[in-house]
């Protein structure tokens, strides 16, 4: 069945309608979590909340929006209300301390295979360099580069301008890209 | 530097934006022109590129238990 089949039977009253859509989404909604999060208890409880506010909102969802793109922002909404409870201090990345020093030799990373990752320990690292980077620069990052949502769709989500998130976009990958060149490039 | 007409520091400001948009604009033409001489450069761009492959390739399955719990709490479960 479309989505749109989907949705409309669901705001019927199809359970198994509402099933499937649960379904669909759940990995999307769930990784989503868990990349701001960065916690699996929260990711899960996020996720409960996220599909309850769907199931209850599901009536006056009008289909002017992608379905994902309303489950994005109930899932960022609800990660920077509970980050910005925890009040952490990240690492501020509004100057140039994200670029590369100018002139600086920059390593050559080809002969690095993209599935060194599948190790847990290296791992880590990629785990460790996200949490250092502050809620609102990792969900420009997640939505756009790790979930391919377009630079549009990642502005209405999280509020904000084209340029705001291409200038966000810009400062995380290159904090991340630093982060773990200190590892790679040893 | 090279003999493109920008720089080293401005191809690494604006290389993001040459990652998946605006391919065709006069900036991103300049910055292949550019990636193309300048080894550095381009070992800059394949590193985000990775960089943002990592990422891509870190995913997780939904937990059995988690996903019962879900299914039960939304009144789903079979």
Partial sequence: MEEAQLISSAQDGDKKALAELVKKYEKTVYNFSFKICRNPEKAENTMQETFMSMVKSLGQFDGKSKLSTWLYRIVTNHCLMELRKKKRNFVSIDDDEADVPEGAFIPDWNSIPSNIFENTELKNILDEAINKLSPEYRIVFVLRDVNGVSTEETGKITGLSVPAVKSRLHRARSFLRNEIGKVLEK | ?78
């Fill in chain 2, 1 to 78: 530097m090279n003999e493109s007409n920008v720089t080293c520091k401005e191809v690494m400001n604006h290389i993001c934006d040459s990652l998946g948009e605006d391919l065709d604009s006069p900036k991103c033409v300049a910055i292949k022109s550019h990636l193309s001489e300048c080894s550095n450069c381009r070992n800059y761009f394949t590193s985000v590129e990775k960089t943002i492959k990592f990422y891509q390739m870190y995913n997780l399955d939904v937990p059995e238990e988690s996903h019962k719990r879900l299914m039960k709490k939304l009144g789903l479960d079979e």
